[in-house]
């Protein structure tokens, strides 16, 4: 019951964000990166573990693609094309160098095949032919994922193209890029089929005919670090070498972002050092799960006389664990209320305290709609009263 009881304060957390556990390197026992910058943060809080140079504008190379399939990824969940779909490669999209699954003009492949060529191969060409697809040219594209920037309060950020390549003006933090990251890993978690797949193919289709072309994550992280699940890694002349990791063990989600590595290998090194601090040091208690009944509420003039309370969003907290706090909750419900009443309707709210001060709290709602009681069921009840 104690565990159930540390909920909501993950509230607490993301109402002070960014709030930061250990704000530089010097404080994080001792964690020494070559990297120009980087940030470590609990996927389901947003709260920074650590952080070094973490608000500093830099090139965030094919890091970029974190935005680009998560706009793809939103596009798709609001019915805007299937999976399915057929897209076809323009002379601008083939024209892409650096990383590329060389995506030939005319060429089409289904959204799918284009969307796992981005999340595996880190594919430039893949990377422009949806932004077109999803938004009928690049700098449409690159409009959105300005104006989506803004709305996860990713202010050090600005996108010139949507696949990373240099270009002035293109840039990011790692701050940035974490939370872009957790928008992505918290929303649209079935990404990981991709971020987590080492090799796999796809079929080219030109008018020359069929031939299968192999892909290999760029991210090496799903094969040196148990519990990788994702997710990108960026490397130009300007930006040296970038990654943003994220990795899962016993319900604690890390993201790892680290900028301007030296090296490719120092990359994941640093992003696996990052990790072991985080797992080393913190865990994550859940608090009591979606639809836990908190005790029934009168219904004046209904059909139901009663309804249930009943908790609406499961709440995770990081907690050091060396934490030793005491923790209480108590509960704010309505006396009664008045039919109608609409299922998911706030009918109270459950407050998480720790050491005697509020830490965050959740609503209760309704577990039902109940309408407004007939005539005859009126006249039904007071009959029972005066029998």
């Known amino acids: 019951m104690k565990k159930r009881i540390l909920a909501a304060v993950t509230a607490f957390f993301c109402f002070l964000a960014p709030f930061s556990v250990c704000a530089e390197e ?8 070559q990297s120009k910058s980087a940030v470590l943060m609990d996927q389901s809080t947003g709260t920074v573990i650590f952080e070094k140079n973490s608000h500093e504008q830099m090139p965030l190379a094919s890091v970029t693609k974190v935005m680009t399939l998560l706009l793809i990824y939103e596009a798709q969940a609001d019915g805007k094309f299937e999976w399915t779909d057929t897209v076809q490669v323009s002379d601008h999209a083939a024209a892409m160098g650096g990383s590329q699954v060389f995506l030939e003009p005319g060429e ?56 990373g390549l240099d270009a002035d003006g293109h840039v990011s933090s790692a701050y940035d890029i974490a939370l872009m990251s957790r928008e992505l890993m918290k929303n649209f978690p079935e990404i990981q089929e991709y971020t987590t797949t080492w090799m796999d193919t796809i079929t080219h289709k030109t008018k020359k005919g069929e031939s299968e072309f192999g892909l290999t994550n760029t991210n090496k992280l799903i094969k040196w670090y148990e519990g990788a699940t994702g997710l990108k890694t960026g490397s130009t002349g300007k930006a ?40 080393a040091n913190y865990t994550v208690e859940k608090g009591y799960p979606v639809g836990q009944d908190m005790g029934m509420i009168p219904v004046e003039k209904g059909m139901k006389e009663s309804i249930n309370a009943v908790v609406k969003d499961e709440i995770s907290v990081l907690m050091s664990k060396e934490s030793k706090g005491e923790w209480e909750t108590k509960q704010e419900i309505l006396p009664i209320v008045k039919a109608p009443i609409a299922q998911g309707s706030k009918v109270g ?13 959740t609503d209760l709602i309704a577990s039902e709609s ?11 009840r007071m009959m029972k009263l005066w029998c």
């Open 26 to 33: 010097g404080g994080s026992g001792g964690l020494e990166l």
């Open 108 to 163: 089409t492949q289904t959204a799918a095949d284009m969307t796992k060529c981005i999340a595996i191969a880190s594919a430039n060409d893949a990377a422009v032919a949806m932004s077109e697809f999803v938004a009928g040219s690049e700098e449409a594209f690159v409009e959105k994922m300005n104006e989506r920037a803004k709305e996860l309060g990713m202010e050090d950020t600005n996108f010139i193209n949507a696949c």
């Open 240 to 279: 040296l070498y970038c990654l943003s990791g994220t990795a899962e063990r016993n319900d604690l989600g890390l993201i790892g972002v680290v900028m301007a590595a030296p090296d490719y290998k120092i990359r994941f090194q640093e992003v696996m050092k990052l990790f072991d601090y985080g797992f």
């Open 349 to 361: 709210e459950l407050i998480y305290i720790l050491d005697g001060k509020e830490a965050g709290r």
């Open 370 to 380: 109940v309408e407004k009681a007939s005539v005859h069921m009126m006249l039904q």
